[in-house]
């Protein structure tokens, strides 16, 4: 099957060296020494693309003309959860020979353009103190690689632990 996804830039062995890292404090008492599993793994994403206009507020004593700008929002498959990007994302063509390897989204798309247009609104809001008005541009479909690393033996019925790894180099950080 071919897909669009972004380009793995970490190699296997450098994900293997942050596995065996085992994350934080925590996670290296938890698991210790297990045998460690890896696995190559595509999360679909949604790419969003808005025509943002934002305008002063009515009770502003300084009136100012509404501008227009482009902003591009990244919605993860497995939560719903958006991330603003910095610039657009280029994806290259893969062929997966799997299907066990893709992750498909799992969230109707209004509610994938509400938790777009909710970060945008705040993110503007939180800068610049304008009302915003969002109009959606384009939706892109976009897989992310992650390497998942699995700790113990994989059994049916038992719990395992697992760190996902980025391995398209991108990394998402929870404040802006």
Known sequence: MEIQALPVTMTEEQAM?????????????LIRDQNITLKLIYL???ELIFQMTY???PLSLRRKLPATQKICILVEGTRCTPAFLDRELEAVSVQVAD??????????EEKVVDAGKLLARRMVRRQ?????????KEIHSLYRPFYVA???EMKEGTKVRYLPIPADGNEVRRTF
């Open 150 to 152: 699995f700790y113990g």
């Open 44 to 46: 679909e994403s949604k």
């Open 99 to 108: 299907e066990g390897q893709l992750q498909a989204f799992a969230f109707p």
């Open 17 to 29: 060296e942050i596995a065996q890292k085992k994350g934080n404090l925590l996670g290296r008492m």
């Open 55 to 57: 305008s002063s507020s």
């Open 128 to 136: 610049s103190g304008r009302n915003v008005s969002l109009e959606i």
